[in-house]
């Protein structure tokens, strides 16, 4: 046939010659595996940084709706003064979501984080004399922090100083003179549990086995018969020696609850 690209009879060594030929095509345009692993690492951090851009710029609008939010109460609230002369009960601002400051704002707003409300105070505790809102900008270089008068350090004088950024009128806003009457309050600071007190008698050896001080919910109620002066007392009476641990000891000597 005319244009027939194969030969009438194929033989063997034509194969052969063919697959070699397939082969060598392979070997020359394909990838190694160490080329194929490097597309794949550069792909890797690829994500990672568009991932981390991507976290940012989301960071970013949050920290503007905050200050968007922020700023339309300034303006609800100056518009309820101008018809009032006072400024508006700001325990409001817990029913984030909600229509108590119409026709003055549609609608009280919440964090876009976590849908909780800001942090208002009044001033000497009379919202006539003035008012003070807090949230927490998430970009701590955030230049508007210092150019309210707070600190991305130390916040804006309150409690919970991730509170860094916020709007106030009658006094400055790291005035100590704000009294809190909206929005989460702050955790309380967790105080370090005491040292004990090394006394005589104080050390017990404990149902597993380990030589206890007494503070360390081994008291005597927990079953341990004895009680010794010092540690070393108790880890030599609990039988073993300087070339041994607490974990074998006898069991023994172990005491029971």
């Known amino acids: 046939m005319k244009g027939e690209i194969y030969p009438k009879t194929m033989s063997f060594s034509w194969l052969k010659k063919q697959k070699k030929t397939i082969q060598n095509g392979f070997d020359t345009q394909g ?5 194929i692993l490097i597309v794949v690492a550069i792909l ?4 990672v940084l568009m991932l981390g851009s991507f ?15 922020l700023e339309d109460l300034r303006v609800a609230f100056e518009d309820y003064y101008n018809d009032n002369q006072c400024y508006p009960d700001l325990e409001m601002l817990d029913n984030c979501g909600g229509t108590d400051l119409q026709p003055y704002l549609n609608e009280i707003p919440c964090d876009p984080q976590d849908q909780l409300s800001y942090v208002g105070f009044s001033l000497y505790g009379d919202f006539c004399d003035g008012y003070r809102v ?3 900008i998430a970009n701590i270089q955030d230049p508007g922090i210092e150019d309210v008068g707070c600190s991305a350090v130390t916040g804006c004088g309150y409690a919970d100083v ?3 950024y916020g709007i106030a009128m009658g006094d400055i806003i790291t005035s100590p003179l704000w009294d809190q009457v909206a929005g989460p309050t702050p955790a309380p600071t967790a105080t370090a549990a005491p040292t004990p007190t090394l006394e005589p008698g104080a050390w ?10 007494y503070t360390f919910d081994y ?4 079953g341990c018969p004895d009680t010794y002066i010092s540690y070393d007392e108790c880890f030599a009476v609990s039988g073993c020696t300087n070339s041994c641990t607490e974990d074998d000891v006898p069991l023994v000597l172990r005491c029971e609850r």
Request: hydrophobic letters at 35%.
């Open 162 to 164: 991730s509170y860094n």
């Open 31 to 35: 990838m190694s595996l160490i080329e």
């Open 55 to 69: 976290n940012r710029q989301i960071s970013k609008a949050k920290d503007a709706q905050r200050k968007d939010d």
């Open 219 to 222: 008291l005597p109620t927990a």
């Open 134 to 136: 807090l949230t927490q």
């Open 204 to 213: 017990v050896i404990s149902p597993d086995g380990a030589c206890y001080h």
């Open 44 to 47: 890797a951090i690829l994500g």
